[in-house]
């Protein structure tokens, strides 16, 4: 089950419509629409609004499962280098893999 399907089927059973969702986070209806109708995710920033806003941890709207103790908790820092790397072209993509594999070899010797 992809994110944007977890997130509508917690909606549905907890029979919260996408106005109320909307009225609950302060993001737009047309926004969450567009999350079911093309099929698309929320963004980072806006994942924790709307987990709160229905009463579900992070974890389980990501991944479908609750946390774990073993689980890694990315910090904010970390969740913008993800979206920053979502964001850039394939090559750069490929550059940056490249450069941190370098550098981990690096620290590891």
């Not at 806006?46 to 974890?59: M, N, R, W, Y």
Request: proline share 2%; aromatic share 8%.
């Amino acid at each position: 089950m992809t994110i944007n399907e977890r997130l509508f089927k917690v909606m549905n059973d907890k029979g919260i419509s996408i106005r109320e969702l909307s009225r609950r986070t302060g993001i737009t209806a047309s926004t969450i629409s567009d999350w079911n109708t093309k099929h698309t995710n929320p963004t980072a920033e806006k994942i924790p609004v709307v987990c709160d806003a229905l009463g579900i941890t992070t974890s389980y709207l990501l991944r479908g499962k609750e946390e774990s103790k073993t689980d890694y908790v990315f910090t904010d820092e970390e969740i913008n280098l993800i979206e920053a790397f979502r964001n850039t072209d394939d090559g750069a993509k490929k550059r940056l893999l490249a450069y941190f594999k370098h550098m981990s070899k690096k620290k590891e010797g």
